[in-house]
């Protein structure tokens, strides 16, 4: 395909979902949840033939060298396939909010003032790898009475086209626009160009993905971009803490899966602690092949554990996003050091507090600026279906309406309205 027939492609996607746009955002809610319940089960009846899909682009992905991470988020087993699923019914038992008013207040001079939630219309997805985003984002689309056009990475071409198929016969079975959901089928990147720069279809974009992937979106894109860069998060462990309880969530915050954004990537630990906690998650991390970037009050604790992997951190190692078995970690003074330290070096994705002091856990929770901050638990718990979204259509690290895993309530928009009895203005 060469680029003018990439443009016209691009441009008769942006016009067939701008159409199809109007159509869902006057879909019934009963017709929405109707769809997404036929998409759960198209998964469920087609997940060996999906697995069986993903399996080309996992034999083509590694055959191409990419690292291990990478074929790790490239991965669709038939769990994820679960999940899929069941974030999709999780979507249709939740309420429509869609032509919800809020805030209506009656004004002196008669009129009644309100917000009414409403579809964004039409948005773009760039991401790459992870083909459950696929759905993730088809899933988001449809509840939200939105239009999506997904573009997803080269490296899972096949999963997608197998995903993308099974999502427009769901539409078609609820009687909703096939075009409301859209995959772009060509891997060539001038796509992306020209989907980034449609303002006349396209109302936001959603990039998900690697950092360069990213930049480029929000250098290049001509329409509003929801995104996050990294997701170099934290776990602080505050003195005074349960030490038990400390290990278990830092352990399960880094190594439950080393791949994804919410991962634990900083390890903080107040001073007054880290004699007593340090050496039991070294010997935990020592077990499991995760190594330990250090500062001189840490290492002095961790070296001297039998087989501990423990190097000294440099300046670089706070700001590192790993996405692999290692970790930086930094002995604190206490929770002031801590909210300084991630306030500088995290990347204000997810952040999280271990402790029993419940002054400290209210500070951390007000002075922490990120898009999710936790008290006594995993980082990793930050996602869209752990949260009750049903799905998310990525995480946000801006500050503009959407922030943190993004779910229904990301993807729309409020308009004002008025409610008047004939009244005019003196």
């Given at each position: 395909?060469?680029?003018?027939?990439?443009?016209?492609?691009?441009?008769?996607?942006?016009?067939?979902?701008?159409?199809?746009?109007?159509?869902?955002?006057?879909?019934?809610?009963?017709?929405?949840?109707?769809?997404?319940?036929?998409?759960?089960?198209?998964?469920?009846?087609?997940?060996?033939?999906?697995?069986?899909?993903?399996?080309?682009?996992?034999?083509?992905?590694?055959?191409?060298?990419?690292?291990?991470?990478?074929?790790?988020?490239?991965?669709?087993?038939?769990?994820?396939?679960?999940?899929?699923?069941?974030?999709?019914?999780?979507?249709?038992?939740?309420?429509?909010?869609?032509?919800?008013?809020?805030?209506?207040?009656?004004?002196?001079?008669?009129?009644r003032v309100g917000q009414m939630r409403v579809p964004?219309?039409?948005?773009?997805?760039?991401?790459?790898?992870?083909?459950?985003?696929?759905?993730?984002?088809?899933?988001?689309?449809?509840?939200?009475?939105?239009?999506?056009?997904?573009?997803?990475?080269?490296?899972?071409?096949?999963?997608?086209?197998?995903?993308?198929?099974?999502?427009?016969?769901?539409?078609?079975?609820?009687?909703?626009?096939?075009?409301?959901?859209?995959?772009?089928?060509?891997?060539?990147?001038?796509?992306?160009?020209?989907?980034?720069?449609?303002?006349?279809?396209?109302?936001?974009?959603?990039?998900?993905?690697?950092?360069?992937?990213?930049?480029?979106?929000?250098?290049?894109?001509?329409?509003?971009?929801?995104?996050?860069?990294?997701?170099?998060?934290?776990?602080?462990?505050?003195?005074?803490?349960?030490?038990?309880?400390?290990?278990?969530?830092?352990?399960?915050?880094?190594?439950?899966?080393?791949?994804?954004?919410?991962?634990?990537?900083?390890?903080?630990?107040?001073?007054?602690?880290?004699?007593?906690?340090?050496?039991?998650?070294?010997?935990?991390?020592?077990?499991?092949?995760?190594?330990?970037?250090?500062?001189?009050?840490?290492?002095?604790?961790?070296?001297?554990?039998?087989?501990?992997?423990?190097?000294?951190?440099?300046?670089?190692?706070?700001?590192?996003?790993?996405?692999?078995?290692?970790?930086?970690?930094?002995?604190?003074?206490?929770?002031?050091?801590?909210?300084?330290?991630?306030?500088?070096?995290?990347?204000?994705?997810?952040?999280?507090?271990?402790?029993?002091?419940?002054?400290?856990?209210?500070?951390?929770?007000?002075?922490?600026?990120?898009?999710?901050?936790?008290?006594?638990?995993?980082?990793?718990?930050?996602?869209?279906?752990?949260?009750?979204?049903?799905?998310?259509?990525?995480?946000?690290?801006?500050?503009?309406?959407?922030?943190?895993?993004?779910?229904?309530?990301?993807?729309?928009?409020?308009k004002w309205v008025v409610l008047g009895n004939g009244?005019?203005?003196?």
């Amino acid at each position: 395909m060469n680029a003018l027939n990439i443009a016209e492609y691009v441009h008769a996607l942006g016009l067939q979902a701008k159409v199809a746009s109007a159509l869902m955002a006057r879909a019934d809610a009963a017709i929405k949840n109707r769809a997404l319940k036929a998409l759960a089960r198209l998964l469920r009846d087609n997940a060996q033939a999906l697995a069986a899909d993903n399996a080309k682009d996992l034999e083509r992905a590694i055959a191409a060298g990419l690292s291990a991470p990478m074929v790790d988020r490239l991965r669709l087993g038939l769990k994820a396939i679960e999940t899929c699923a069941l974030g999709c019914e999780q979507l249709a038992t939740m309420p429509d909010i869609i032509g919800e008013v809020v805030g209506l207040k009656q004004q002196e001079s008669g009129i009644r003032v309100g917000q009414m939630r409403v579809p964004i219309g039409v948005f773009g997805m760039v991401f790459e790898s992870r083909p459950n985003v696929t759905i993730e984002a088809a899933s988001l689309s449809i509840k939200s009475g939105n239009a999506a056009i997904l573009r997803g990475g080269s490296e899972a071409i096949e999963s997608n086209k197998a995903l993308a198929r099974l999502v427009q016969q769901a539409l078609a079975e609820a009687g909703l626009p096939q075009n409301a959901v859209q995959l772009v089928q060509t891997t060539d990147r001038e796509a992306v160009g020209r989907l980034i720069a449609m303002p006349e279809y396209v109302d936001v974009i959603i990039p998900r993905g690697g950092k360069g992937l990213i930049e480029r979106i929000s250098r290049e894109a001509k329409v509003p971009v929801i995104k996050h860069l990294d997701g170099n998060c934290h776990t602080y462990v505050d003195d005074p803490c349960d030490i038990a309880m400390a290990v278990k969530v830092a352990d399960n915050a880094k190594t439950q899966k080393y791949s994804p954004c919410n991962a634990s990537e900083g390890l903080l630990v107040a001073r007054g602690a880290a004699a007593r906690f340090l050496p039991q998650i070294g010997a935990v991390y020592a077990a499991k092949g995760v190594e330990m970037r250090c500062d001189a009050e840490a290492q002095a604790l961790l070296a001297p554990l039998a087989g501990a992997q423990v190097v000294p951190a440099t300046e670089q190692d706070w700001s590192t996003e790993y996405l692999a078995p290692i970790i930086s970690v930094k002995v604190v003074a206490g929770v002031d050091e801590a909210i300084a330290h991630i306030n500088r070096y995290s990347s204000h994705h997810t952040d999280a507090i271990i402790t029993t002091d419940h002054r400290h856990a209210q500070r951390f929770l007000r002075e922490v600026d990120s898009a999710s901050v936790m008290v006594n638990a995993s980082t990793r718990f930050a996602d869209g279906f752990e949260y009750g979204l049903g799905a998310e259509i990525g995480i946000s690290t801006d500050k503009f309406h959407a922030r943190g895993p993004v779910g229904i309530e990301g993807l729309t928009s409020l308009k004002w309205v008025v409610l008047g009895n004939g009244e005019v203005r003196g």
